[in-house]
């Protein structure tokens, strides 16, 4: 009696072992079957929860650093001013006003050192003549074909133009079909569009966007009081305002008070965090 009993132990034994052999053959899924059979003792399915995969979290994104861009307007009628800001070594973008004495060479050199070059395009404000744009100004009074061709002569003067932005242009600001007219040559052109918002009025930027026209608008003007103290003020306003929005720009001029200021403000914002771009990298 003891001897059937180890044999039919040795026999289960043997049993356990081919079920398990059959599981590893037909997989995971047909062998769930043999191990219900087995551990049912033929009395029913048992069935086998299995645990979830842990969940791996994905890596947190990077966050964007505030960025600002710098474009220094007014550029074109003497050297020293526009090689005095390109020796700062900072990113900053040149706007140079067209058929100036120094519109071209300062436009190849600023490229030739990897500055980034705009058309600064004068357009009539609204206190003309009393207040004149300069050369190569674009006028009210002219029809849509000549406000083309003045643009293209004045994009011509300055080579390696990428973008442009308004100089004065008040009046020409609020004038949606003048402003469509030039915008339609700049995209044709794949140029990009800086409103200078010297008016609260202008459309301008709205027209660019509508065209489909890379655009955007100044934020905050850097040097109205050319005095390095007010100018460094404006320039962590500048820095404040990229925190709250992302980006921003900020618009500067010749002046010697920027230089300074520029030089000792512009490591200040870096050491918070704020990145000095290309004014091409925050058009959309």
Known sequence: MGRRRSFRGKYGVLLVLLLASGLLLVGIKG??????????????EVKITRLPEPEIPAPPLKAEPPRVAIIIDDLGGSFRPAQAFMDLGHPLTLSILPQLTFSKKIAEEAHRRGYEVLLHLPLEPYDYPEKNPGKGAILAKM?????????LEDL???????????????????????????????????????????????????????????????QVFLDNVAEKEYIKSQILLLAEAAKDRGSAIGIAHPHKATIEALREAIPEIQGQGVKLVLASELVK
């Open 31 to 44: 062998g769930t079957a043999l191990w219900n059979l087995l551990w049912s003792g033929g009395r029913g």
């Open 143 to 151: 029809s849509f074909l000549e406000v083309k061709q003045r643009f």
């Open 156 to 218: 011509e003067s300055v080579p390696y133009a990428v973008g442009l932005n308004n100089h004065m242009g008040s009046k020409l600001t609020e004038d949606a079909e003048v402003m469509k007219a030039i915008l339609e040559e700049a995209k044709r052109r794949n140029l990009f569009f800086i409103d200078s918002l010297t008016t609260g009025r202008s459309i301008a930027l709205g027209v660019a966007r509508e065209l489909g026209l890379p655009a955007e608008g100044r």
